[in-house]
């Protein structure tokens, strides 16, 4: 209350002081021009009268001057008129302005001695008289003035009324402008301030569901962006405290990105670490007029992203978004996570006929299928080769540049796209600790001798001091495939290999997600399988989920064959499951790639109309990228999910799942072809070729008992927070620092 009162009367005092000098400049302005115009008219009303009336002055005739000098004031309204022959001899038109001779006498003889007109005003009984005296130019008369008086009181009273108006302007103008700014302050400062407190006060209390609720003003949104940014920063470290004095009071070893990155500072000792990747973690691209920051969907960002929050370092990948290079900086770099930024990106730019050749080619439609034994045919050109080779000369000219102070970093490669890149790495820096991660299947010597260049990809290969795969199987298939293939020694006691002096171990380290104890007890309701499939005009009483890239080695017309025979056998689920089937499509340039997501699109349709009924369909396909914000309602609510790969790596889909369950409910269907199968113990096993027992596994899962999909699913969470993606990076680098 004393806040607006001051306004108010800091508004009126600022606005009285701006009408104040408007007014008196304004008043004074017309004064000036009341003045000017009465004195011209009375000029000219003298000398009309000179001209005309000049020979009744002569008459000295004193009835015949009144006569017209009474008609003279009639027509232009004067006061009157007065005839000075001398100090004894005054015609006056009417005897009421005699009196005015005595403020006149001086000005008589001023204007006969200056033979000039005189003017001026003066006041008699309260009112304003303007007097004009004109000398008579007669050599018989030549002493005599004629003295016009007019009457300027309407000067005063108008200038008085302008004062008076422009006082009212002003306190009407003080008031409204005064509401509307209380309005302002009140609606545009302070219900922000308001709202601002109450955001604040939610990041003090952790309250995150109150922030993330109406959106704010557009003004606003930046600092609300920051204020949410750091309410997640608090409540992350609160529970992080948390979890590390339970972790003390239970005495157990769970990796938090915290112990992590003291983990990290130990083994580097200031060395760089580098992580160099294909696909970019951050993708910029054009959204309308704004640029658009997205998270592309790959298993192997889902991993190594929080590693790189948690520790620090550089990343080296490709630039593939087409507003990336708008925001790198002019050595292509850039700070990122864009809320939050803890380490660094580092883009490569490929042309057109590269990311054709390199990218498409050699690594999708050659080593791709060749490792993934999924009966698709691998294809082997030469030029594709070429540019293989090229590119990897390319990131190995990055990796120098980046690390050109540092004789002893630690180089992290990611996955088949850089196969030739530790020999490359090693050739310029035999100092750095190289270690290659192989994301996906190592096939069988068999199938892997069918590439033409094998020697030459085994042996960039081995230029690494550490090889990873997600199980032993692969490993012991690689060991497989350099004893058969080069000439090199394979200590299978250790498994490692020794060609040419150097000595490359090949271990298993079965990659997970950033799932900590804090993420383990973060509570989150079920949805009603309704409301998420409201928006689609769906209603069911039971949800399946699978998320996959569209790609031939997941399995999905396998999974929606299994559920089709499911339907077909379980005829009381028809109008009450509903599979949704979150699909993204990728390397749609590759003929079948583009040929699978036809294929998954045709399937999901003649399935669709074989069961489909009003508000009801057995498959809902979304086939667009989402983001984790977009997919967690579906983790959390689904009954269950299907991973059905044909042949994987590990699949993350499978611990993203498990990791979503907060209420250690839902059952997971995996694959025995995926690498995490090995893990999750808890979840139904199925052979994805085989249909039928795929079905029965869906009516398994749905007709499974609670206590039952608790005990399983506990199983699997334990096993996620004890072999997180933290616990993955410290044993990796451990085993990388161990290396001499």
Not at 639 to 659: R, Y
Request: some cysteine; overall charge neutral.
């Amino acid at each position: 209350m004393k806040l607006n009162f001051a306004l108010i009367l800091s508004i009126i005092v600022a606005v009285g002081l701006v009408a104040l000098v408007f007014t008196v400049f304004q008043s004074s302005n017309e004064k000036d021009s009341l003045i000017n115009e009465l004195e011209a008219r009375t000029e000219q009303i003298a000398k009309d009268f000179y001209s005309n009336g000049l020979n009744f002055i002569e008459t000295n005739s004193a009835e015949r001057v009144t006569h017209f000098t009474d008609s003279i004031c009639r027509q232009y309204n004067l006061l009157g008129i007065a005839i000075h022959y001398n100090n004894d001899s005054v015609v006056v038109s009417n005897p009421s302005i005699r009196p005015y001779l005595n403020n006149s006498s001086d000005y008589i003889s001023r204007s006969i001695n200056a033979d000039t007109t005189v003017g001026d005003f003066f006041k008699i009984n309260g009112k304003q008289i303007y007097q004009f005296i004109k000398p008579v130019n007669k050599s018989d008369i030549s002493s005599s003035v004629i003295i016009f008086y007019t009457d300027a009181q309407y000067i005063k009273n108008m200038i008085s009324s302008i004062w008076m108006r422009n006082f009212v302007r002003w306190f009407i103008q003080a008031l409204v402008v005064s509401f509307v700014i209380i309005i302002i302050i009140r609606w545009g400062i302070f219900n922000p301030i308001n709202k601002i407190v109450n955001w604040v006060k939610a990041a003090r209390s952790g309250n995150l569901e109150q922030l993330k609720g109406k959106p704010p003003p557009r003004f606003l949104a930046p600092l609300h962006k920051e204020i949410v940014n750091i309410t997640k920063a608090m409540h992350e470290a609160k529970a992080v405290a948390e979890e590390e004095a339970r972790l003390r009071s239970q005495a157990e070893s769970i990796w938090t990105p915290e112990r992590l990155k003291i983990e990290m500072e130990n083994i580097l000792e200031n060395k760089k670490m580098v992580v160099v990747s294909n696909r970019e973690p951050y993708m910029h691209i054009h959204s309308g007029k704004d640029i658009k920051c997205i998270m592309p969907a790959s298993g192997m960002i889902t991993a190594m992203e929080p590693v790189l929050k948690a520790c620090g370092g550089l990343w080296i990948a490709s630039g593939t978004g087409d507003a990336d290079k708008e925001v790198s900086d002019k050595n292509d770099k850039l700070k990122v996570p864009p809320e939050e930024p803890t380490y660094t990106l580092r883009r490569v730019w490929l042309t057109k006929e590269e990311e054709d050749h390199y990218y498409y080619g050699f690594s999708n439609e050659g080593l791709w299928p060749l490792c993934h034994i999924a009966h698709t045919r691998p294809t082997f050109r030469k030029d594709d080769w070429d540019y293989y080779k090229k590119v990897n000369t390319d990131f190995a000219k990055a990796v120098i540049e980046e690390t050109v102070d540092d004789e002893e970093p630690f180089v992290l490669i990611q996955d088949y796209h850089f196969a030739l890149l530790p020999a490359l790495i090693k050739q310029e820096k035999p100092g750095a600790k190289v270690a290659l991660f192989w994301h996906i299947p190592w096939p069988n010597p068999e199938s892997f001798g069918i590439c033409p260049w094998q020697r030459d990809i085994l042996t960039g290969m081995l230029g690494a001091d550490l090889i990873g795969f997600h199980t032993q199987y692969h490993c012991n298939h690689f060991l497989e495939t350099v004893n058969n293939s080069l000439e090199s020694r394979v200590l299978w006691e250790n498994f490692s290999v020794n060609k040419g002096g150097h000595t490359t171990l090949v271990k298993p380290f079965p990659i997970s997600i950033a799932f900590t104890l804090k993420d383990y007890d973060n509570s989150e309701n079920k949805k009603d399988p309704s409301l998420l499939l409201s928006h689609y005009n769906i209603s069911s009483e039971y949800i399946g989920i699978g998320v996959d890239r569209i790609d031939y080695t997941k399995g999905i017309i396998e999974k929606f064959l299994a559920i089709e025979r499911f339907l077909e056998k379980n005829p009381f689920y028809q109008g009450k499951f509903t599979f949704v089937q979150i699909g993204a499509p990728s390397r749609t340039l590759i003929k079948t790639y583009s040929d699978m997501v036809s294929a998954v699109e045709k399937e999901a349709e003649r399935i669709n109309w074989k069961f489909k009924s009003k508000n009801w369909k057995p498959i809902l396909l979304l086939k667009h990228h989402h983001s984790h914000e977009e997919i967690a309602p579906y983790y959390a609510s689904a009954d269950l999910c299907m991973v059905t790969s044909l042949h994987d790596g590990m699949n993350l889909v499978a611990k993203e799942f498990v990791a979503a369950r907060t209420q250690s409910d839902g059952v997971l269907i995996l694959s025995r072809f995926a690498g995490a199968s090995q893990e999750m113990q808890g979840a139904i096993i199925v052979n994805p070729y085989d249909i039928e027992k795929t079905a029965d596994a869906i009516r398994t899962a749905l007709e499974m008992p609670l206590e039952e999909q608790q005990f399983r699913m506990k199983q699997m969470r334990q096993s996620i927070v004890g072999n997180n993606i933290y616990f993955w990076a410290a044993k990796l680098l451990r085993t990388m620092a161990a290396i001499h």
